[in-house]
Antibody, heavy 121, light 112 residues
Framework: QEQLVESGGGVVQPGGSLRLSCAAS????????MHWVRQAPGKGLERVAF????????FYADSVKGRFTISRDNSRDTVFLQLSSLRADDTGLYYC??????????????WGQGTPVTVSS | QSLLTQPPSVSGAPGQRVTISCTGS?????????VHWYQQLPGRAPKVLIY???NRPSGVPDRFSGSRSDTSASLAISGLQAEDEADYYC????????????FGGGTKLTVL
């Protein structure tokens, strides 16, 4: 069964840091790109970061560029998101999702259950 | 503001048919990029419902269908059931956005 399990969320003060982890199982992790998507309370989805299957390329939303860093360890089937200089508007549920391809189509599947991040003093 | 516009809410009675629109522009859907739809049940992670505009993954009932035309896309749900009550999001590429992937703002479906 293909599964993603996030961890590392918590409560942090403005300006603080957190490191989120996403452990994959049930598929060949090193063959797939990975995304982090966040959802602020009561709001929609925002893709914040992506890393290629081999870690050679990364992409960031403008809202987190320079503050968040995505990385991966293919020997541990895990992708990470380092959050720094956190602000109140970074509060939300953070999901990891696999970048999945079928033929010409590319979407996010599966998703983890999410890990919550609260930025508050 | 999302680059893909969805109505905040739609509703329908059991058995009825509802549609959810996703309006984009020439930098995303109008540029020929595919649209995917996700269903987010209350308290759950999103799950793909329609991929590549009109394709259903195995296990998704044929009550769900998707279409794309010009700069917009639609999700149709027929034979509405109580368990369809959820948030629905469209997704596509946008060439004007760093990293390219964008989501619609989401639509809350209420089954009356």
């Amino acid at each position: 069964q293909e599964q993603l399990v996030e961890s590392g969320g918590g409560v942090v003060q403005p300006g603080g840091s957190l490191r989120l982890s996403c452990a994959a199982s049930g598929f060949s992790f090193s063959s797939f790109g990975m995304h982090w998507v966040r959802q602020a309370p009561g709001k929609g989805l925002e893709r914040v970061a992506f890393i290629k299957y081999n870690g050679d390329d990364t992409f960031y939303a403008d809202s987190v560029k320079g503050r968040f860093t995505i990385s991966r360890d293919n020997s541990r089937d895990t992708v990470f998101l380092q959050l720094s200089s956190l602000r109140a508007d970074d509060t939300g549920l953070y999901y990891c999702a696999r970048d999945f391809w079928r033929g010409p189509y590319n979407w996010f599947d599966p998703w983890g259950q999410g890990t919550p991040v609260t930025v508050s003093s | 503001q999302s680059l893909l516009t969805q109505p905040p809410s739609v509703s329908g009675a059991p058995g009825q048919r509802v549609t959810i629109s996703c309006t984009g522009s020439s930098s995303n859907i109008g540029a020929g990029y595919d649209v995917h739809w996700y269903q987010q049940l209350p308290g759950r992670a999103p799950k793909v419902l329609i991929y590549g505009n009109n394709n259903r993954p195995s296990g998704v009932p044929d009550r769900f269908s998707g279409s794309r035309s010009d700069t917009s896309a639609s999700l149709a749900i027929s034979g509405l059931q109580a368990e369809d009550e959820a948030d629905y999001y469209c997704q596509s590429f946008d060439i004007s956005v760093s990293g390219s992937w964008v989501f619609g703002g989401g639509t809350k479906l209420t089954v009356l």
